[in-house]
Antibody, heavy 119, light 113 residues
Framework: EVQLSEFGGGLVQPGGSLRLSCAAS????????MSWVRQAPGKGLEWVSG????????YYADSVRGRFTISRDNSKNTLYLQMNSLRGEDTAVYYC????????????WGQGTLVTVSS | DIVMTQSPDSLAVSLGERATINCKSS????????????LAWYQQKPGQPPKLLIY???TRESGVPDRFSGSGSGTDFTLTISSLQAEDVAVYYC?????????FGQGTKLEIK
């Protein structure tokens, strides 16, 4: 059974940093595309960053490019999101999501971790 | 970036009736080399992560009831629930994965009339 568990959320001041982790199990982690998707309180979904397929290419939303860095450790089956220079508008639940085999759409999601940026 | 626009923003349908949600992309998401539309639909219930329903515009994800169907091509797409059940109350999102940044529609809230 595919399981995704996010860790590392919390309260951080504007301008601060946070690193999110997503522990994956139940599938061959290195073979799948993985992404981070966020949802501000009461708002819709926003794709933040991702690895496409099993390759090493990384992609970012314009709103986070230059501030966030996605990485993965295939030996630990873990996806990361390093978030720097955080702003109030980064406040959201951050979901880790796994792509399906046939397409870069998100067939499995974690339960999410809340990041609150506030002084 | 490709802008995804859903209509309506909210919808109330009687149990057993048909529900239709529309999604329009600002650019075509049809890839000519494989004739596939890079369009997905998700369902999100309160307090839960989204659930993938449909991708390639009309391919149902494994385990999704066949009352859910997707149609459309190019820039205009539709999610149809043929006979609304109580458990279908949720917010529905379309998403393009034709090009990064991947983008979602604003969501359509579906309720029981």
């Amino acid at each position: 059974e595919v399981q995704l568990s996010e860790f590392g959320g919390g309260l951080v001041q504007p301008g601060g940093s946070l690193r999110l982790s997503c522990a994956a199990s139940g599938f061959t982690f290195s073979s799948y595309g993985m992404s981070w998707v966020r949802q501000a309180p009461g708002k819709g979904l926003e794709w933040v960053s991702g690895f496409s397929g099993s390759g090493g290419a990384t992609y970012y939303a314009d709103s986070v490019r230059g501030r966030f860095t996605i990485s993965r450790d295939n030996s630990k089956n873990t996806l990361y999101l390093q978030m720097n220079s955080l702003r109030g508008e980064d406040t959201a639940v951050y979901y880790c999501a796994k792509a399906v085999a046939a397409a870069d759409v998100f067939g499995h999601w974690g339960q999410g971790t809340l990041v609150t940026v506030s002084s | 970036d490709i802008v995804m626009t859903q209509s309506p923003d909210s919808l109330a349908v009687s149990l057993g009736e048909r529900a239709t949600i529309n999604c329009k992309s600002s650019l075509s998401v049809l890839y000519s080399s494989n004739n596939k539309n890079y369009l997905a639909w998700y369902q999100q219930k309160p307090g839960q992560p989204p659930k993938l329903l449909i991708y390639w515009a009309s391919t149902r994800e494994s385990g999704v009831p066949d009352r859910f169907s997707g149609s459309g091509s190019g820039t205009d797409f539709t999610l149809t629930i043929s006979s609304l059940q109580a458990e279908d109350v949720a917010v529905y999102y379309c998403q393009q994965y034709y090009i990064t940044p991947y983008t979602f529609g604003q969501g359509t809230k579906l309720e029981i009339k």
